[in-house]
Each structure stands twice: as C-alpha cells, then as structure tokens.
C-alpha cells in the first residue's frame, strides 16, 4: 500500500529527512514517532505529495507519487495538525464541495453516516467561525475520509478534542484499518498511539532509528528493560545519538 524507498529532504544544507525506507500493508496502522525536529511532519509532507522529496521513490497504493501525483493522492488523505477550512461554507457546504473534487457519486448518502460517527451532525449548517477547535478537526477529517480513501495520514489526530472525542477518533482508525487502509499517525501521545498502532517507525535527526511491532522493538531492549512499554522503547532509542550519513570520500590525489 505504502512503499517508501531511501526518501530523502534537503533544505538547503540541512537534512530533514535521511535516506528513509519503510513500507505499510493494508490493515496496518503506523504510529510515527520522535522528539520534536525528527523529521515526522517533513515526512508526512512528502508522503502526501505536499513537498517533493529531495531524492528517493514513494509508491501509494502501486502508484509512484513522483510520476502519477494525481493517481496516488486520490487514494490517499492527509489530516495536518491545524485543520484548513473555508471560513464561508458551512459544515455541509465543505462535503459538497470535497465530493465535486474528488467526484463522489451519491456523496449525500456518505456524508451523513460520516458525520454522525464523527458527532457533528448538528453541525451540519454551521460555519467554521461557530465551530469549536475540536469540531473543526472532526470536519476536516469528515472531508478527508468521504472519498474512502485506501491510505490516511494523520499528524496529532487528537489535538483539541475531549476525551469521549479521542475514543471515537481511536475508534475509527480501527474501524479503517479493519476495512483495509494503510494509516500513518504521527503524535507525542505515546500511550493513546499503543492502543490503536500496530507498527511503530521512531526517528531522531530525519533518520530511521528503530521501525517494527511493538513486540519487536520490545525485543531490542529486553535486556536493558525487560517488557519495556513504547514510552520506555522511545527514551532509550533516542537517548543515543543517530547514524551519522555515510561520507563519500574524495578520490585521493597521487
């Protein structure tokens, strides 16, 4: 579903992103994790076609994002952290207009299921400016999901919502992936991504650190933590310093 290949983001000189590789099956859900400069968000970014990658591929639902943009992103959908909504269409006005882009046949019939899962139903001819922050991340993502997209992404999916609102969005990221979406979530919540993810990626300086299960990366501080949960498994990963990038050498002179 999601193949990442030696993806690569340079600024200049400094290097966001290193010579990143993973990959994501359907039904997986990959809790992207790491100290505050990482290089999560530049990562979701270029996995979402939003900024082009520097060097290296990525593949969404078997299509290359670099040669077939359009292809990829419409089976994908990206939540950034700070929703982006039009100031002067209301709750369902937003839906219509998502479904013309997206050309969602019988958008009507999806929307409405959409938001009463999401407790925004009453919401339906409000504007944005009469919307609290959590209900405006509860449209956005009414948005995102109408075109039932194959691969989500969602970057600090939980901010602003209140706890009975974190339980529904949980519930829904597995209700996704049990349809069979591939869902990258990237947040600082440690102990709410547990619960939902079933891989987790953590980098520090725009490089790979540790990527598996949580059984897995358990296993590669057993000695040091025994059943070590993901906040532990995070502290002792990034606590070293990373992989400096490989240095070409120059031809030496004779």
């Not at 670099?66 to 990206?78: C, E, G, H, N, T």
């Not at 982006?84 to 019939?109: C, G, K, M, P």
Request: hydrophobic fraction near 45%; aromatic fraction near 6%.
């Amino acid at each position: 579903m999601i193949q990442v290949e030696a993806l690569t983001k340079l600024y200049g000189e400094f290097v966001a992103v290193n010579a990143l590789s993973f990959s994501i099956q359907a039904g997986e859900v990959l809790g992207l994790v790491g100290p505050n400069g990482a290089g999560k968000t530049t990562t979701l970014r270029c996995l979402a076609g939003i900024i082009p990658p520097t060097r290296g591929r990525i593949h969404v639902v078997g299509h290359d994002l670099a040669l077939s943009p359009i292809a990829a992103k419409q089976q994908l959908a990206f939540f950034p952290d700070e929703p982006r909504l039009f100031d002067y269409l209301t709750v369902w006005q937003h839906l219509n207009f998502v479904a013309r882009i997206y050309q969602v046949a019988n958008w009507e019939h999806l929307a409405t299921p959409l938001l009463e899962e999401l407790e925004i139903a009453d919401k339906r001819d409000q504007l944005p400016g009469e919307l609290s922050r959590g209900m405006k991340q509860k449209l956005a993502i009414a948005c995102g999901l109408l075109h039932s997209p194959r691969v989500i992404y969602f970057d600090e999916p939980l901010t602003g919502l209140d706890p009975l609102g974190i339980r529904r969005m949980k519930d829904s990221i597995l209700k996704r992936a049990r349809a069979g979406a591939a869902i990258i979530i990237s947040s600082h919540l440690l102990h709410l991504l547990e619960e939902v993810c079933s891989h987790f990626l953590i980098l520090k300086g725009g490089q790979k650190v540790i990527h598996g299960t949580l059984g897995e990366i358990r296993l590669q501080f057993s000695e040091q933590s025994g059943a070590a949960n993901l906040e532990e498994v995070f502290f002792r990963a990034t606590i070293e310093p990373p992989i400096p990038p490989p240095i070409v050498s120059e031809t030496p002179h004779t």
